[in-house]
């Protein structure tokens, strides 16, 4: 099995545990690493802080995605060029 | 099970297709950074889905295979005009520049990251991002997409996906910083060298 060389021993240094913070926070980490990266944050209070700036950021990227919606000038343009295309269905949203 | 029916079908991309339009709409809007053209993407992105809507598996994520032929669209569109430089080391300098002021960044950031009226300079940082990064962290950030799902719709290894996503989200903070700056959310705290 392939393993990480950077992540090859039970505890994660400190540069490994930033290098994979990201994906910690995303989730995308898998079970193993998951568990030895929050060991890691619960016994280093640099990376622990920094973790909770990043989650900070991500949740503020987050909630500031445009509450953008399709205007219906261009979902009825939309509709009219998929008539013309041969679609029967309706727009029921 | 039988063959639904043309009609059932046309219901279908009803019910699952159009009813992601707004999603479709906002990726595009990121792609593109044009309202026109963005609605352009949009239109030919559907038209082309309902074409192939027999290719489409009932079940699995309509986002992510919207979201590829929105940005099959888009790139489209652009071989005619001229193309963007998409160098993956773009920006690089810019993250390392900003190293030196990585804590003065971050301690800025973290007094406004909860206010509510940070959207525009967070919309405004994302506008600049350079286009690899920005696809990422818009596909990650904004539309929930998992690194698999990025990296097929962006057609780059997962492993790129993570390496833009941690730069792009880098550069974030930087022209986010710079962008709260000029909107007063932070003071302006470190003297530029060379300024003036
Ligand atoms: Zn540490």
Known sequence: ????????????????????????????????????????????????GQAGFERRFLAAVQAAREAERCPDRLRSRVLEALQREGWTGSDTP | MRKPAATDAHAAFSAVALAAIDDVYRFARSLTRDEADAEDVVQEA?????????????????????????????????????????????????VDAAQAREQWIQGGLDAIL???????????????????????????????????????????????????????RKLLQVSLAQHAMDAGLIPRATPAPSAE
Request: net charge negative.
């Open chain 1, 1 to 48: 099995m392939m393993r990480d060389h950077a992540m090859d021993t039970d505890h994660i240094d400190c540069a490994s545990a930033m290098e994979r913070l990201f994906e910690f926070l995303d989730g995308e980490l898998g079970p193993e690493l998951e568990v030895r990266l929050r060991a890691h944050l619960e016994v280093c209070s640099h990376c622990f």
């Open chain 2, 46 to 94: 559907y038209l082309r889905a309902f074409r192939s809507w027999h290719t489409f598996e009932m079940g699995t994520d309509v986002r992510r295979w919207l979201f590829t032929i929105a940005r099959n669209v888009f790139l489209r569109s652009r071989e005619k005009g001229k193309r963007e430089v998409t160098l993956d080391d773009d920006g690089a300098e810019i």
């Open chain 2, 114 to 168: 909860e206010r509510t009226d940070l959207g525009p300079a967070i919309a405004a940082a994302l506008a600049e991002l350079p286009e690899p990064y920005r696809e990422a962290v818009v596909l990650v950030d904004l539309e929930d997409q998992s690194y698999e799902a990025a990296a097929e719709v962006l057609e780059i290894p997962i492993g790129t996906v993570r390496s833009r996503l941690f730069r792009g």
